[in-house]
C-alpha cells in the first residue's frame, strides 16, 4: 500500500474503534466480539497476509499500521497475534492459512510434543499431545498455531494449525484481563510441517516484536494523555504542565517514547528486509519496550493522581495492559541474554559492528 492507502487504513481502524469504547474484560465478556467483527467485516483481520492465500493483501507495515492503531484503542482482539505472528509463521512453512474472518493465536509455550500421523491422510499430518500454556487468547480464537517438540532425533520444531473447536481451555488471565489460558491436546491429529531452529527463532522473534510494536504504541498514547491532562488540570492557580517538576517528568516520558519507538521501527524494518540480524533487532526492541514501561506507566498515574486509578478513567485500560505484555513473549532478562550473545557471537572486535547493524 501507498502511504495514503495506509493512512485511510489507520483512519478506517480509528473510525471503528470509536464506535467500541474499551472496558474491563471479565469471564463472561473475554474479548470484544463486535469489534472482531467489525474489523473483519473491513478486511482489516487479514491485511499484510497475501491475496492469494486469503488475505487482504498489503505489507508488513500496514499489518504494524493496525497493530499499533488498536494497542493504542485498547482493542480486546487478537489481531497482533494473527497479522504479526502466527499468520505469517504459517504461511513461511507452506500451510494453509485459516479463514482471517475467524481469530488465530500463537502457542509457544509449554510441553506439547509432535508424531507423525498415521491415519494414512499422508505426510504433513501430526499427532500433538500435551498442554500448551499461555495462550494469547485462549478460549476466543478459533485457530492456534502451536508450537510442538518434533519427534526424537530431529532439531527445529513442529508448527501445527489446530482448530479449537472441541477443545476446553483453562480460565487464565493476565493483569489486563486478557485471556492467557492453556490448552489440553490429547491427541489431536492436525496439519503442521517441521521448522528449522532458525525457523523457530524468527517465529518467537516476532511474538516478541509484536508485543513491542503494542508497547510502543500504548507508551505513545499514554504520554500524549499524560500531556493533555498536566495541560488540563489546574492545581495551586495554573495547569500542572506549567511546574517545573511536572514538566521533567514529562520530558522523562518522552525520552523513554521516542528510544522505543526508534528502536521498534529498526526492527520492524529488519523484519521487512528478511535481515539476518532480525533476532536481536527484535530482542533489542522489547528490551527497550519493557524497561520504558516501568518509568511511563508510574510517571503518568503520578502525573493523573488519584483519577487514574479509577475503574472510569481511561489510562488504566493501556497500563495494566503495558505491565501484561511487558512480561509476554519474553522478559527484558530473557532477550538481554539473546541480544548480548548475539553481539558477542563472533568476538570483542565485532560488537560494535553488530550492534550498529542491528539498531
Request: hydrophobic residues 45%; negative net charge.
Amino acid at each position: 500500500m501507498t502511504a495514503s492507502d495506509q493512512d485511510l487504513v489507520v483512519e478506517t481502524v480509528r473510525e471503528i474503534l470509536a464506535g467500541h469504547e474499551p472496558f474491563v474484560l471479565t469471564a463472561e465478556r473475554q474479548w470484544d466480539e463486535g469489534l472482531w467483527t467489525a474489523l473483519a467485516g473491513a478486511g482489516l483481520t487479514g491485511v499484510g497476509l497475501p491475496e492469494e492465500s486469503g488475505g487482504s493483501g498489503g505489507e508488513l507495515a500496514d499489518a504494524v499500521a493496525v497493530v499499533r492503531t488498536l494497542a493504542a484503542g485498547a482493542g480486546a482482539v487478537p489481531v497482533a497475534e494473527q497479522l504479526l505472528v502466527a499468520g505469517p509463521a504459517l504461511l513461511a512453512a507452506d500451510l494453509d492459512l485459516p479463514s482471517p474472518e475467524e481469530p488465530l493465536t500463537i502457542a509457544v509455550d509449554g510441553a506439547v510434543t509432535a508424531e507423525p500421523s498415521d491415519d494414512g491422510d499422508g505426510p504433513g499430518r501430526f499427532v500433538l499431545t500435551g498442554t500448551a500454556t499461555d495462550v494469547p487468547w485462549a478460549g476466543v480464537a478459533r485457530h492456534v498455531a502451536v508450537l510442538a517438540t518434533p519427534p526424537a532425533g530431529i532439531e527445529g520444531a513442529v508448527l501445527a494449525v489446530v482448530d479449537t473447536a472441541g477443545l476446553g481451555a483453562s480460565r487464565a488471565v493476565n493483569l489486563a484481563g486478557e485471556p492467557r489460558g492453556s490448552l489440553v491436546l490429547d491427541g489431536v491429529g492436525v496439519p503442521g510441517a517441521l521448522l528449522s531452529p532458525a525457523q523457530v527463532t524468527r517465529v518467537r522473534a516476532r511474538y516478541a516484536l509484536a508485543r513491542a510494536v503494542q508497547l510502543s504504541a500504548a507508551l505513545e498514547q499514554v504520554l500524549a494523555w499524560t500531556v493533555q491532562y498536566a495541560g488540563e488540570r489546574v492545581q495551586f492557580g495554573r495547569p500542572l504542565g506549567k511546574f517545573q517538576a511536572v514538566q521533567m517528568e514529562l520530558a522523562q516520558m518522552a525520552g523513554e517514547v521516542t528510544a522505543t519507538t526508534a528502536l521498534v521501527d529498526a526492527a520492524v524494518q529488519a523484519l521487512d528486509r528478511d535481515e539476518e540480524t532480525v533476532e536481536l533487532a527484535a530482542a533489542a526492541a522489547k528490551v527497550r519496550a519493557g524497561e520504558a514501561v516501568e518509568t511511563v506507566a508510574k510517571l503518568a498515574h503520578q502525573v493523573h493522581g488519584a483519577i487514574g486509578f479509577t475503574q472510569e478513567h481511561r489510562l488504566h485500560h493501556l497500563t495494566r495492559r503495558c505491565w501484561s505484555w511487558r512480561d509476554e513473549a519474553g522478559t527484558e532478562s530473557v532477550w538481554s541474554r539473546v541480544l548480548g550473545a548475539g553481539l558477542v557471537a563472533d568476538g570483542g572486535d565485532d560488537v560494535w559492528p553488530t550492534f550498529t547493524r542491528v539498531v
